[in-house]
């Protein structure tokens, strides 16, 4: 009747939806890679990738400064991050009292709340100081302060959340009978913490920290303010870099007026869709595995 | 046996691999308290359950056989699920509200199926509740969020909303074994009072509330069906030895 | 027994140190914009658009982008609400545990970790493809996009949790599946729905890589769709970018404004998520 007849509209127009929204992922890197290909009739992909020279005006365009640029500060980021991020997701699900959780955890679910381009304020106004007047003359190194140590810490810091919070469920999760396995042989709760619960926990922290890679890998706002945008392949975190998402933010005014900039752009948005991509697939298949392992 | 309301013919029952009811072939009586009793993980829910075809719900689930109510096969592919579902009113173990007032949850059902008129709703409401044993507790706050109810006034709850579509059968799943005693008891006395205008069949695993409430047993045993019968019989000279371990309490 | 002591101390003592340095951050993150911007902050600011010279140092305020980002991100969310909400339903209660299932959550995952500058590139490659300019509506559906997967996750997540005994309750009344997930799942997970557009309201009107290339910037509020608008995070971004110092304070107080809106948000999301917890059941 009617009642049916809604019912089976209802839920046609729900899959359409469904579909559509699935297919998002796909769409975006075709439209990128539709955009993007023409600049490979013109730079062979091996020269797009390896190459150091970014001249757009010569048609020359070599995305390994840039690509080099982002491994640098997400892999200093992600140093930086996952044994804070540990720890702190350890005190948090084993030793503060309730209280002390109560305060502290929406405390760092806010940090997650922060927009980036506050973040990249923040990092002009303390950080690259910071890192030019007292940290780097520490090390001896001489820098402006807007460098990849700059934009690894600012990263980090925007990591923070997402780890934390997934890690600290995790660890929760893990039940209160294994762990009083172990304190009834006599454990003390750091030992029952490093080796029960750690062990039982670890793909949700994998998880974790794959989550946050994800987020610090395509980072652009903060990063651009604070790392230096000067396209070279850095040798030191006191060396500027320039990230690829940040390339592609700066190089609006380019977009429109060289030929083959957009193109070259595009392709390069395509590139980091296809990383995060692989990411996802190689984190879900890893998952997998641990958990059958620990099965 | 009185006038059969629901027939059950050759049912069998698998979930995946495990077969949950093995060639079922049962009647039961119309306007009676039938109880199917058994010990645990014997296909007692699962028998109640595909009586309003909830089993079809669960994943992996093959069902075979007929179950005829009323004279109608409510497995034929021609018929309309929700149409066997409001003829069934279903008391489940755990008392559970729907997210809404107490008053919605009972027009919940008469809602759904077409019932508009404020007045007409209004009049099933209170007629409910006040068979459900609820009324003169609730009647001044009808509006407030059922989930703010006792235990034991939610599953009275339960019962009114499942009376409100107007049911023939009730079917209660171990209805009282969440409760206190107190309500427990309370919700035995409107089944029993619910007997004469309702077929009701319960899964009971307390054998003293099958003996206090029920006309008619079926006793189920690894989802076969073991013996059935009037529940004097059964309880004074069943003729089955395992029946008889049972009832004397040798397993639960 | 010493040693053991010994090594939980440590790690105790760094535990400390890295809550410490979490807490510590988001302190001085919040801290340093109140103390640069709440000095900058003024009524004109809030409620004036700029004015000739504004960004020379001269009169005006902000105004352009607050509406803006309110109208984008406001836009923006309504947009993937309509979308999400039947997403995260169909996900979970028409498809179960099939495999349209998990590879639909795969492939949000994916989108979810998509940064937005992608989505930024992507809404620009549409947008020339179709001819259209830097625009309010631009800006909607890119932002849009971006905050689909965060909002599906999140409508998902507090779906899943619904148990099954409530939806086995309506199906026993004779509910049909659509009647099932309206009137109970949805209510039943109305608090955790509601908090989830907040969460993306708060993601999309922060973000700036997204609206880069699609919203455009101006100093007007948009009175169409296909206006270009101004945005707190841009506004944030071009006003630091000046080398007038007063300038750069405004920035400062761009900033002070955005972090309000979101944290304001955030608080507002929980109150009343215990607001309407009201009629969920247990």
Redo the contacts between chains.
């Keep these: 009747m009617n ?2 007849l809604t019912e089976l509209i209802a839920s046609k127009l729900m899959l359409i939806v469904t579909v559509f929204s699935v297919s998002l992922v796909f769409i975006i890197a075709f439209a990128l890679f539709q955009r993007g290909s023409r600049v490979l009739m013109q730079v062979s992909l091996y020269d797009l990738l390896f190459s150091s020279a970014w001249y757009p005006t010569r048609g020359e365009f070599g995305f390994y400064p840039f690509i080099m640029g982002t491994l640098w500060v997400t892999a200093l980021a992600m140093v930086i991050a996952i044994p804070i991020c540990l720890l702190s997701s350890i005190y948090l699900a084993e030793y503060a009292p309730s209280k002390v959780r109560g305060i502290i955890k929406p405390l760092v679910d806010l940090l997650a709340g922060i927009p980036s381009v506050v973040y990249g304020l923040w990092g002009v106004l303390v950080l690259v100081p910071f890192i030019r007047n007292y940290l780097a003359p520490l090390v001896g190194a001489k820098t402006n302060g807007y460098c990849i140590l700059a934009g690894g810490i600012v990263l980090a810091i925007m990591v923070f959340p997402i780890i934390i919070s997934v890690s600290e469920e995790v660890f929760r999760t893990v039940s209160n009978e294994l762990r009083e396995v172990s304190f009834a042989v006599g454990a003390t709760k750091w030992q029952t913490v490093k080796h029960v619960v750690m062990r039982k926990a670890f793909p949700g922290f994998i998880a974790a920290v794959i989550l946050g890679f994800s987020r610090a890998f395509g980072e652009t706002m903060a990063v651009l303010m604070v790392v230096g945008n000067v396209p070279q392949v850095p040798s030191s975190i006191f060396d500027q870099g320039y990230p690829l998402p940040a390339l592609i933010a700066n190089s609006y005014g380019e977009m429109m007026s060289i030929p083959l900039v957009d193109s070259a752009l595009m392709l390069a948005a395509l590139i980091l869709i296809l990383v995060v991509f692989l990411f996802s697939v190689a984190a879900r298949i890893v998952l997998l595995r641990i958990e059958r392992r620990a099965m | 046996m009185l006038k059969p309301h629901i027939s059950v013919q050759n049912l069998n029952v698998l979930y995946g691999d495990h077969q949950a009811l093995k060639d079922v072939t049962v009647d039961i009586p119309e306007k009676q308290i039938t109880a199917i009793i058994g010990p645990s993980g014997c296909g007692k829910t699962t028998l109640l359950k595909s009586f ?1 075809r ?1 089993i079809d ?1 669960v ?1 992996g689930v093959k069902i075979s056989g007929t179950i005829l109510v009323g004279g109608v096969n409510i497995y034929s592919v021609d018929v ?1 699920v ?5 003829r ?3 008391l ?1 173990q ?1 008392p ?6 107490i008053y919605d949850n009972v027009a ?2 008469p809602k ?2 077409g019932i508009k008129k404020r007045e007409e709703l209004d009049q099933i409401v209170q007629h409910c509740l006040h068979s459900a044993g609820l009324w003169e507790e609730v009647k001044d706050r009808l509006k407030a ?3 703010r109810l006792s235990l034991g006034q939610q599953q009275r709850l ?1 019962l009114a ?2 009376l409100a ?1 107007e049911p023939q059968v009730l079917l209660c799943d171990e209805a009282t074994s969440a409760l206190d005693p107190v309500s427990a008891q309370r919700v035995e006395k409107l089944l029993l009072s619910l007997k004469g205008d309702y077929t009701v069949v319960m899964v009971t695993h307390v054998l003293r509330q099958a003996r206090r409430l029920a006309d008619y047993i079926i006793f189920l045993y690894m989802g076969e069906l073991v013996e059935y019968g009037p529940a004097e019989k059964i309880f004074k000279n069943p003729k089955n030895s395992r029946t008889q371990a049972y009832i004397k309490g040798v397993f639960s | 027994m010493d040693r053991r002591k010994l090594e939980e101390a440590i790690f105790k003592g760094l535990m400390f140190c890295s809550i410490f340095l979490v807490v510590g951050s988001l302190l001085t993150i919040i801290g340093v914009v109140l103390i640069k911007g709440l000095p900058a902050l003024s009524i004109q600011m809030l409620t004036q658009i700029p004015q000739g010279g504004y960004y020379l140092g001269k009169e005006g305020g902000i105004l352009n982008a607050i509406v803006g980002s309110l109208y984008l991100a406001g836009g923006a969310t309504a947009l993937a609400f309509v979308i999400s909400l039947p997403v995260a339903l169909y996900i979970e209660e028409y498809a ?2 099939s495999k349209l299932a998990d590879f639909a959550r795969l492939s949000l995952d994916v989108l979810w970790s998509v940064p937005s500058i992608v989505f930024g590139a992507f809404g620009f490659a549409i947008m020339t493809f179709l001819g259209m300019r830097a625009s309010l509506l631009g800006g909607i559906v890119t932002v849009a996009l971006l905050i689909l997967p965060i909002m599906v996750r999140a409508m998902d997540e507090v779906v899943r949790m619904i ?1 099954f ?2 939806k ?9 599946k659509f ?1 099932t997930v309206v ?2 799942v949805v ?2 997970a109305l608090p955790g729905i509601l908090t989830a557009v907040l969460l993306a309201f708060g993601r999309g009107i922060g973000d700036a890589a997204s609206v880069l290339f699609t919203a455009g910037y101006t100093d007007r509020i948009p009175s169409s769709l296909f206006d270009p608008v101004a945005t707190l995070p841009l506004a944030i971004l071009f006003q630091l970018g000046t080398p007038f110092p007063e300038v750069q304070n405004r920035a400062y107080a761009s900033a002070v404004v955005l972090t309000v809106i979101i944290l304001t948000l955030s608080i507002v999301s929980r109150l009343l998520t215990k607001k309407l917890t ?5």
Excluded at chain 2, 96 to 101: A, D, N, R, V
Excluded at chain 3, 278 to 282: E, G, I, P, Q
């Design positions: 009642r049916k | 309003n909830l719900l994943e309309d929700t149409e066997v579902r409001k069934m009113g279903l489940a755990k559970c509200p729907l997210p809404m007032s919940y059902g759904i199926h969020p059922a989930s339960c909303r499942a579509v | 179960g545990r148990s005994e409530l086995e309750s309506s199906y026993a009344l004779g509910a049909t009647e009137k109970v209510r039943q009201k009629y969920v059941v247990r």
